[in-house]
Nanobody
Framework: QVQVLESGGGLVQAGGSLRISCTAS????????MGWYRQAPGKQRELVAV???????NYTDSVKGRFTISRGNTKNTVYLQMNNLKPEDTAVYYC???????????WGQGTQVTVSS
């Protein structure tokens, strides 16, 4: 089993910055990528950014140039630095630890990010 825990959400004004963190623990040897997803009220969950074990990154278009995903000292800790936040970034942000298919990935419980206008 893998446990995924996010932290660092909160309330910030538009134009501000916030960093959220995610740590995976347990049987983490099979993790090949970690990603951040978000879900706003009434909308589907969407991928925000992902980083692979080889440090390759990918971002959804709406956050390119504003958000940066990075790893900590181990591959099991990832950060999402969010700059120039906009009200439309308001959502619950979820961290996911991915394993090679057909193994299932693991989700965290989510952390709320609210951007006020």
């Amino acid at each position: 089993q893998v446990q995924v825990l996010e932290s660092g959400g909160g309330l910030v004004q538009a134009g501000g910055s916030l960093r959220i963190s995610c740590t995976a623990s347990g049987r983490t040897f099979s993790i090949v990528a970690m990603g951040w997803y978000r879900q706003a009220p009434g909308k589907q969950r969407e991928l925000v950014a992902v980083i692979t074990s080889g440090a390759n990154t990918n971002y959804t278009d709406s956050v390119k140039g504003r958000f940066t995903i990075s790893r900590g000292n181990t591959k099991n800790t990832v950060y999402l630095q969010m700059n120039n936040l906009k009200p439309e970034d308001t959502a619950v942000y979820y961290c996911r630890a991915d394993r090679p298919p057909p193994m299932a990935g693991y989700w965290g419980q989510g952390t709320q990010v609210t951007v006020s206008s």
